[in-house]
């Protein structure tokens, strides 16, 4: 329906269109911008045919041997990479923030950019900026997700990444073909740790890494014994784990500053907490 001439003012017949008698209901313009949506829309759907089944990264992950990889396990061909699980919620997560930093990344973006006004590249730009991705564009512009023990490479066809943008900011005309696919591949260095659960966690160094059970067991340990201090101890805080939780008040203040500013050790769980606290209380 949206691609009937009828309402430009016209009468499509036999492969050949002639003017109608009746007015145009939309301007040339609006029905050439809806056509190029309609384009874009065609070309994601052809792009991302399962898109819908598995998880965000299926297909698309592999681990430092070249293996295509599952987001929570991962045991393919003869050799076997060094990563074998990961967290789905955890890589996903790291995948989708390095879009958005890309799509952020202004000075990057505007070297591909050059063919179009001013004007054109902030509206480009500002469109991008207040853009979501979704499952659909992620996997449409994410080619392929490598894993090493000590980096994470993602390569995007930025080509698409432009063409899309700027049909979205001025109703440009949708011209990607799979040929003119450009591959631009970011890299971090990371560390990926095992982690107590036996799944790898993804560790960017200088960012924040907290840790919501050691921080929840530091505090229940001040609290516990700010109410013993007051003779008001619960039960449950006189046995079991509760009772070794109390001890944890008496870490080292150094140790109990990294944690709750989340630069703690990336494999340090409560048990390890509690084994270092009754050295101290020794």
Known sequence: MLANKVYLGKIPHKNKVYDAQHSPIVSEELFNAVQNLLLLNATERKHTTNAKIGTLLSGLLYDDKGNLMS?????????????TKISAGEIE????????????????????LENYSIEQQTSILNTMHEFCPDKIFIRTVMKRVDLNLNLIKISYDIHYIIQYFATLAFNAKFTYTTEDEEIYTREQNVRISLTPQKQNKIIIPGK???????????VKSFWYNKLGAERRLPPEARNGNNKRLRKLRFLPPEVIE??????????LNVKKLIAMADKCCK
Request: hydrophobic letters at 30%; glycine letters at 6%.
């Open 71 to 83: 987001p929570t396990y991962s045991k393919s061909g003869n050799k076997r990479g060094n990563i």
């Open 93 to 112: 997560k790291y995948v989708k923030d390095d879009l958005t930093k890309l799509l952020q990344d202004t000075l990057f973006i505007q070297k591909y």
């Open 208 to 218: 924040a890494n907290y840790d919501m059970k050691l921080i929840q067991a530091i």
């Open 258 to 267: 990294s944690i709750m500013n989340g630069t703690q050790d990336p494999e």
